[in-house]
């Protein structure tokens, strides 16, 4: 069974930090391409960012470009999302999602189409 948990949300103060995993089991991420999107209550889904499934390129949105970094742990078939500076309003259900191919991931949008894995999702409150 192929699946995708993600783990470590949780509630934490404005300007605090907070690292998500996703873990895979039933196949390998490496040679998937790997995002993450989060949704906010009356919100639309938000891609956040990607990586390729080279590592070669990431992307990440306006909204956490230089605050979030996305990596890949193939040891232990995991990818990261590291998010530092965190703002209230990146409260939202994170989810990651996976879809094979993509060497350099431009976009959230590649997920958008395709055989696509998506996790449970965590939540992530960000107030104080």
């Known amino acids: 069974q192929l699946q995708l948990v993600e783990s470590g949300g949780g509630l934490v103060q404005p300007g605090g930090s907070l690292k998500l995993s996703c873990a895979a089991s039933?196949?390998?991420?490496?040679?998937?391409?790997i995002g993450w999107f989060r949704q906010a209550p009356g919100k639309e889904r938000e891609g956040v960012t990607c990586?390729?499934?080279?590592?070669?390129?990431?992307y990440y949105s306006n909204s956490v470009k230089g605050r979030f970094t996305i990596s890949r742990d193939n040891a232990k078939n995991t990818v990261h999302l590291q998010m530092n500076s965190l703002k209230p309003g990146d409260t939202a259900v994170y989810y990651c999602?996976?879809?094979?191919?993509?060497?350099?991931?431009?976009?959230?949008?590649?997920?958008?189409?395709?055989?696509?894995?998506w996790g449970q999702g965590t939540q992530v409150t960000v107030s104080s």
């Open positions: 039933g196949f390998a991420l490496d040679g998937y391409s």
């Open positions: 990586i390729g499934s080279s590592d070669a390129y990431t």
């Open positions: 999602a996976a879809r094979e191919g993509g060497t350099y991931c431009t976009g959230t949008y590649y997920f958008d189409e395709g055989l696509v894995y």
